[in-house]
Nanobody
């Protein structure tokens, strides 16, 4: 199994910044992609940003929800199996629980990718 643990959420004023971290641990084989989703009360969970591939020599492909482009940056530390979400110029509408997600294999089954979720971290932006 692969475990994802998020950290870095909190309360911030509009215009401020937060940096979320998500560390993957367990019997990891390969992590193909990692991403951040968010869910506000009464809303469906939505993709915020994702990062696919990358590593020592490969180019990482990143994608963002339109509403966060230019404000949020996703990055990954491959040596630490950690993904980050740098959030700048935060707005009240960014308030949500943010979840880390990963497509990964376990070491004993390197051919089978499964999808994993973290427990979520609350981000609250006050106006």
């Amino acid at each position: 199994q692969v475990q994802l643990v998020e950290s870095g959420g909190g309360l911030v004023q509009a215009g401020g910044s937060l940096r979320l971290s998500c560390a993957a641990s367990g019997n990891i084989g390969n992590i193909k992609s990692m991403g951040w989703y968010r869910q506000a009360p009464g809303n469906q969970r939505e993709l915020v940003a994702s990062i696919l591939g990358g590593g020592r020599t490969n180019y990482a492909d990143t994608s963002y929800q339109d509403s966060v482009k230019g404000r949020f940056t996703i990055s990954r530390d491959y040596s630490k199996n950690t993904v980050y979400l740098q959030m700048n110029s935060l707005k009240p509408e960014d308030t949500a629980v943010y979840y880390c997600n990963a497509d990964a294999t376990i070491a004993t089954m390197p051919w089978e990718y499964d999808n994993y979720w973290g427990q979520g971290t609350q981000v609250t932006v006050s106006s």
